[in-house]
């Protein structure tokens, strides 16, 4: 009778590991842009790729088509908020606390972020946003990237961000005629020291003589594919004044963006210090994305591959299974002694401990085996 099981020695299971990179581009004009209509109510900030939702605003997101599409592919989300140390809580500049727009809804999405990235410390409270080595982060703009476009994770030093300083993406004003770009600092150092993950810094890069010139600004989330943007990049960090300093920059170097606007557009009369505290959180995501140039980063699927060598013998597999392959303890196919008896192989399966089939592989074409041959099979599961 065939053989119906074989053991498999540890020396013929084998484990891989592949690595696999994809480059993700979002352009500014599909962030902003390809689906509004001047005129119509597509037009900024109600483009047809732009979902708004029902349950108060607490998020807006962004798709490559029309969302309302069945062939559209869901991007990243957009929110903001900040925590219960920020100085929108405790001055009364440019606002007092109970008057901003959302105020609760605001510091419990930033301490819902700030609790699944960064944790609680030794006493049970939230711990902050804070860039390594440097200051906290307690007013924060998130970007929260989908599957689709992260799959296991963002490569880590791959992702660049650009922004305009205008009222929009395409009204930017340069320093020295070099765009505002911001990258992940990866490429040196990064941290693991977060309940999501690896993360790092982001930083400005420039030429030299800029006054941005690696400036921190933000964190990046690697296997949680999220972005998070201190808001001082917008507005001068230290200091409670609205007024700018400088050709778009102030003291500190921090990028101070002016005219930003409600959930109707851009009002040169508001800084993005203002629209923190004065604007809804749909109106702030959208004065952030308007401003959004490009995002570039190339994502990362990591393949792990068990690969069974599966080796017939001369002795091995000659005979069939099959019920109707004997009769009368004779090969129906055939009764002579000569030529040897063959079988065609076109299954192999996997069996646990107990016996219970786990995987199975089937062969491309049928497979000859007969005494006078050896065979290796090797089966590979992905996963």
Partial sequence: MATLFKSISDGDIITTRDIFHESISVTGTLISGT???NGTITQFPNEENIKNYDHGALYQSVYDYPYLSASSNHLFDLTVGYSTSSVFIHSS???PSENNVQNDKKINIYNHMAQVL???????SIKEFRIPSGDAIREAYFINFSHVLVKDEIKKGSLTMSFGTGSSFTNAHNYNGENRIIYDFADETYYSDSPAGDYSKLTFSTAPSSPEQNKPCGLIYYQAGV???SASMFFPYDSTSTTKTGDAFDNDGFVYITGSGGDDGDDAD???RQLLVSSSITGTTNALRHRIRNIEFSNTTELNSTIHRCRLNINE???SSNPTYASSSK???NNEAEPMPSTYMTTVGLYGPDNALLAVAKLSKPLKKSPQDESVLKVRLDY
């Fill in 35 to 37: 689906y509004g209509e």
């Fill in 93 to 95: 500049e440019p606002r």
């Fill in 118 to 124: 960064v944790g609680h410390d030794d006493t049970g």
């Fill in 227 to 229: 972005i998070v943007l």
């Fill in 270 to 272: 508001l800084s993005f």
């Fill in 317 to 319: 597999f000659n005979y």
């Fill in 331 to 333: 090969i129906q196919v």
